[in-house]
């Protein structure tokens, strides 16, 4: 199975940072990764697939780039809406799999 | 409006079956893989199954592998998971999504295995 690995696992930042959280993967899966945001209680929400593809309807704030094994979602001018958990998903070969999560926590 | 809605969830003893369903509705549910994602307490996302457009291809995790069944009917918008011989670690919120790269979520279903 393809394991993947985000960094960190938590970070703290303010209203109006810039964030950065990579995913690696044990071996290559080409551009098939997609990230998500996941708040308490809710339905995770699909914010880029594809590597750096925005989904349908997600602020420009978010962007992701990586190819191969390494990947990166950043995230512009943090408001109070973004405080929540990150997985990255590579969709790649069977089974499909998640990273841990990244809990991303107002400073 | 697009969205998907899971149903089915509930409490049930180890080694009992439960069936869960979700339909989608406001997009054309016959042309989209489907897949189940689950979510134990405390605990990170996991991909359980997924189910090619035509219901023919089907995939599983290991750990589900002969007790989960996936199937969908596209006639009735709908997707189900058959889950038999269930165990106490597969309490979980059971999440409906589409896509083979999920694009849309369901609110989840809670299945509770516990004595």
């Known amino acids: 199975d393809i394991q993947m690995t985000q960094s960190p696992s938590s970070l703290s930042a303010s209203v109006g940072d810039r964030v950065t959280i990579t995913c690696r993967a044990s071996q290559g899966i080409s551009n098939s990764l997609a990230w998500f945001q996941h708040k308490p209680g809710k339905a995770p929400e699909s914010l880029i697939y594809g590597a750096s593809n925005l989904q349908i309807g997600v602020p420009s704030k978010f962007s992701g780039s990586g190819s191969g094994t390494y990947f990166t979602l950043t995230i512009t001018s943090l408001q109070p809406e973004d405080f929540a958990t990150y997985y990255c998903?590579?969709?790649?070969?069977?089974?499909?799999?998640f990273g841990q999560g990244t809990k991303l926590e107002i400073k | 409006e697009v969205q998907v809605v899971e149903s089915g969830g509930g409490l049930v003893p180890p080694g009992g079956s439960l069936r869960l369903s979700c339909e989608g509705s406001g997009f054309t549910f016959g042309l989209f893989w489907m897949t189940w994602v689950r979510q134990a307490p405390g605990k990170g996302l996991e991909w359980v199954a997924n189910?090619?457009?035509?219901?023919?291809?089907?995939n599983y995790v290991d750990s589900v592998k002969g007790r989960f069944t996936i199937s969908r009917d596209n006639a009735k918008n709908s997707l189900s998971l058959q889950m038999n011989s269930l165990r106490v670690d597969d309490t979980a919120v059971y999440y409906c999504t589409r896509g083979a790269a999920p694009s849309l979520w369901g609110q989840g279903t809670l299945v509770t295995v516990s004595s």
């Open positions: 189910i090619k457009h035509d219901g023919i291809e089907k």
């Open positions: 998903h590579q969709y790649n070969s069977y089974p499909y799999t």
